[in-house]
């Protein structure tokens, strides 16, 4: 995540969370990882951008109505045109 961190730094700062399940102390995919997350942040699902790099963990993301970006570590600048999308 420090390596995202610094690189994007900038592009970060236009979420309103950004939330790494090692920092929270909570497993992924577990349920409690996405329900936490989603109360913190008060926002209905539909309207959270969910970027994720392990593609294992986007089935459970979608479960949860979340529009999702997968991060690849092998092309880091992808995530700008990815991001363009959203809008």
Not at 36 to 52: D, F, G, Q, R
């Amino acid at each position: 995540f420090e390596s995202l961190q610094q690189s994007f730094d900038k592009i970060l700062q236009i979420f309103n969370g950004v939330f790494v399940s090692g920092k929270l102390h909570l497993l992924k995919p577990s349920q409690e990882f996405y329900t936490t997350i989603l109360e913190k942040i008060n926002l209905h699902p539909a309207h959270v951008l969910w970027v994720e790099k392990e593609s294992n963990f986007l089935p459970k993301a979608k479960e949860y109505n979340l529009n999702m970006i997968r991060y690849n570590t092998k092309q880091p600048k992808s995530i700008e045109q990815d991001l363009k999308k959203f809008n």
